[in-house]
């Protein structure tokens, strides 16, 4: 059984295929495992094979082609009927003579499709080169066209059952961060800590049992504060020394990060002190701002203008739009709020800002994950936006 | 400071200079994060947005290119040199009029090697079709050639420090399949059980730090057996069900896999029981066949001789090569234990022999994670070879 009702799903595909037939494409191969999700609810681990979920204008259901072992997990999992579950044999598994793309050109000619405009998720990881060459090479009368994130952008206005999904995330983050901040302490092992932390994602709450993250947990102690997406090792936590955290509360693929700053001592250094300062000033004024009708950019501007008193530079974008995902990026790669991105805001879009520092002399990491209301926005979970001390 | 000293990684480099020579190729780009890793320790969860490693015959060390905010990532946790770490700006990240491509391009024009032959992972997910699409038209002089698996390749005889690290992976696995037998019962939260094996997982021992594994705790409840690749849920086990189990023990990125299967109740039904008998048994044959000189193929048939007198047919492959890796998968794609591979089997070679059955009625899994010794093989762990009843 799907995680949403049949004719959610429906909607989803309808909306892809108005951005299909708006793009002048006929049938979309889609490859990414968030784009195969939100169109089916297919929810399996077997991303490290070639599979696929193809829509069709003149077919009413998507059609899930994958590994014949999977096909079971796709019954399971999605709304399809079992007559558009299509399945490789084993052979086609990183064979060195024929490709698993072969079997969906078969499956695109069985259909009549093969002198069609397909679209094509050209830079998504899932999508390799190969599995272009090989589709071109069998399909020669078939038109390629680029839609790499046409699915993306419809996802990124939630629906009602989404953003209940996302608050529940929300819920998540909160035990999430809680965790963190509990569990790692001058002494402590950071595999520990990352042990208590993942422990903490996957159980979720009482209520609404937790998922694996698209991005495990990204902790950073240490001289190790300079970057951004390092892990844990074996060793321990120092005293005096800061710790990084994003992590995120994910309910059934869908994301609420949480990125939050520690500091092993009751003293941080004047400079991250400062730098904390700044940037929570300017978080906050960066979401009053936020409402319908205004661009990404000027979500951005706003955020430059509130820190521009002080010695900052971030060079990197203030956020992106989340929803559902798996590994590994969180990320729904449709809005970034950075100069250039001219994308309206507008009610129930969802977007994570995270105004990292990552100098060589200070890291601070902090964020907010929120929903666009009818007249402004509203965090998926409530948490202090402070420098923790312990 | 990356796992191991440099004069490792230097050894690894020159091998792959060796392997590029005999296909011809000058300068490689290598984009799969485990490659990236094997080749300069580079350990951060960056593979989101492009990145690579390239190495060129003429160029001492490799050189890493990847997002100026994981540029420090890169000097925290690689051997190489700062002078041999490219960072490009954020804009280049998910943008509509640039990609990260063109900046590897034009350090590759600056290093003199835009006419040379360039070998590419064209089969690997962390290598789409617009990242060829990119090179292809900022170096109209090159001459690009398929490098899918060649540090794979590389790859797959163990050094010492390698095989040390796999068998820490496997104490680390004894932990992790302990911890889920223990958890799963009749009446326990799916997400709760994955919730204790997640955290063994990280917490590896108290002498060895656990890792992230390159595929999430992997349970299989009930009408799931039929299948081999979903996850949890929020549902509770019932009694007189079977649970699948695929997990691995990871240390520093080496993976030992351990897959078991339980039954939550006395009497696992009469199919199961011979079918795990018939897969048991077929599995130790085949483990005492294993030695240097045997091929890929002859195992596989070695197994499917053994199980021939059962009803049992086992389409998928029954196994293949492992060691260091990220998501989304722990298998190396080199050696598939299958008809028609003709690998020669050698010493210091790891493989994971896993013969699951998923059929409509009946799923059973079981598995071995070996290590190829001089006269036969050894296990990374010891762990009953049972159903577990409780």
Known sequence: MPVFAKKEYQTRVSNTKRAMEARGIDLLLVSQPANMNYLTGYDGWSFYVHQCVLISLDHEEPIWIGRNMDGNGCEITSFLDNKNIYRYQDDYVQSLVKHPMNFVADVIKGKGWANKNIGLEMDQFYFTHRAYVELEKDLPDATFKDANVLVNWVRVIKSPGELEFMRRAGKIAVEVIDTAINSIDVGVRECDAAAAIAKSQYTGTLEFGGDYPSIVPLMMAGEATKTPHLTWSDKTFKADEAVL?????????????????????????????????????????????????????????????????????????????????????????????????????????????IPGIWYEDVGFEIDASIQITGTGCEELYKYPLNIFTK
């Open 245 to 353: 955290l994003e992590l995120s509360g994910v309910y059934k693929h869908y994301h609420a990060p949480v990125a939050r700053t520690i500091f092993l001592g009751k003293n941080p250094p004047r400079l991250m002190v400062d730098t904390g300062k700044v940037v929570i000033e300017g978080l906050e004024k960066t979401l009053d701002f936020i409402k319908p009708g205004v661009t990404a950019e000027e979500v951005e501007a706003k955020w430059r203008e509130a820190i521009s008193g002080s010695t900052i530079v971030k060079e990197s974008r203030l956020g992106y739009s989340i929803g559902v995902n798996y590994p590994p990026d969180w990320g729904e790669q449709t809005i970034s709020l950075r100069p250039g991105d001219k994308t309206v805001i507008k009610e129930n879009m969802v977007l994570h800002l």
